[in-house]
């Protein structure tokens, strides 16, 4: 059983490795490579012009990984696969979705833009956008051309000196920021293990509910959103402070919010429990509560998106023993993913799309709400 879920995880991730291809933009070339070519269109012609096809395919692989996901934490709680067998999953699967395309999103081309205008075009991110250089050969495939860059200088000082190793080869430039993107998800996970370690939390259980949640792995891996860099400087953070390392801490939490903005609302849980001496679970629910708020704030700005819960699900992992965590983060982790299977279906965000995303996220969070209630009466 053991080696069937092993191989089930390199299974499922290649599958998801060669299905991101299916969503190459029809204006990106990746390569010249005429038998590349000849690959590439054959997996565009799924995705963009075989939509029921690419839909079916996209749920089988993720009906896949969450069946493997549910396994490999009931395997870990009942001390079948230890840390070491754990470890050996998230590694090959990273390595694996490393060289997938960034088929879920677009932001990772807005990445690369912003630090283009710095090392190719000597200007200010900040002052132009993408549609300043209506010339460049990236604004025939990128989204969200009119703004200009909204993150943090660190993200800037972090991802400029990529562009400049990528010399403006844009293939070698985009695994050169998905290299940014798997370190952050790994640097994340050795700190949740001991953040977990530090709790008295289980390191392992924590460790496999937040690395091998199928919607971490999109998100991270796959779209490489910048989320999972400036998480890890937040878990850096939080571990200082409990090892009472006050300086370390604050610094590691104001370089994680000059990357973005988010990881702010993680200090109201830091003074709590610097003031109130709280329960280690009072103060994880704190942490997360504050996440949460910051979820809502930025959905209520525009949309819920699924890789806002990258800034939940750290915290939320380092108390899944609980039952009433760990239900709703696998619930809401499948409903989240499930937001991208309306457009692959139908090529378009228009209505009904909105109102059938909603009633998705809010079906998981009901059902989650019965099973809890449920679960909490068969208990008694």
Not at 242 to 260: R, V
Request: charge should be positive.
């Amino acid at each position: 059983m053991n080696k069937f879920i092993f191989y089930g995880w390199i299974i499922s991730s290649v599958g998801l490795l060669l299905y991101s291809f299916t969503q190459v933009d029809l204006s990106l070339t990746l390569s010249q490579v005429s038998v590349w070519q000849t690959i590439q269109k054959l997996l565009q012609q799924i995705g963009y012009f075989n939509r029921p096809l690419s839909t079916l395919i996209f749920l089988l692989i993720m009906f896949l990984m969450f069946t493997l996901y549910a396994l490999t934490l009931n395997f870990v709680k009942n001390n079948i696969f230890d840390g070491r067998a754990v470890w050996k999953i998230i590694i090959f699967v990273s390595v694996i979705l490393f060289f997938a395309y960034n088929a879920f999103s677009y932001d990772l081309f807005n990445y690369i833009f912003d630090a283009k205008i710095v090392t190719y075009y000597n200007q200010n991110p900040y002052e132009h956008k993408a549609l300043d250089y209506p010339g460049d050969p990236m604004l025939s495939f990128m989204h969200w051309t009119h703004r200009a860059y909204p993150y943090g200088p660190l993200w800037l000082a972090l991802t400029i000196p990529l562009s400049f190793i990528g010399f403006g080869y844009f293939l070698l430039t985009f695994y050169l920021f998905k290299l940014l993107a798997l370190f952050g998800f790994i640097w994340s996970a050795i700190l949740i293990r001991k953040i977990a370690l530090r709790l008295g939390s289980d390191p392992v259980l924590a460790v496999a509910v937040f690395a091998l949640n199928p919607l971490v792995l999109v998100e991270s891996l796959v779209s490489a959103h910048i989320d999972i860099v400036m998480i890890p400087f937040g878990l850096l953070g939080i571990l200082a402070f409990l090892e009472k390392k006050y300086i370390k801490s604050f610094t590691a939490l104001i370089l994680s919010i000059a990357i973005k903005y988010a990881t702010v609302f993680l200090i109201p849980g830091i003074i709590v429990y610097g003031l109130f001496k709280s329960s280690k679970d009072f103060f994880l629910y704190v942490l997360i509560l504050s996440m949460i708020i910051t979820v809502v704030l930025a959905s209520s700005r525009t949309n819920f998106q699924p890789w806002y819960l990258l800034l939940v699900l750290p915290f939320a992992s380092l108390v899944s023993d609980k039952y009433f965590i760990l239900i709703p983060v696998f619930l809401i982790s499948i409903a989240s993913l499930l937001q991208y299977a309306p457009f692959i279906y139908l090529g378009n965000w228009n209505p009904p799309v909105p109102t059938i995303l909603n009633w998705i996220m809010i079906s998981s969070i009901m059902v989650s709400g019965v099973l809890i209630i449920g679960r909490k009466l068969m208990h008694r």
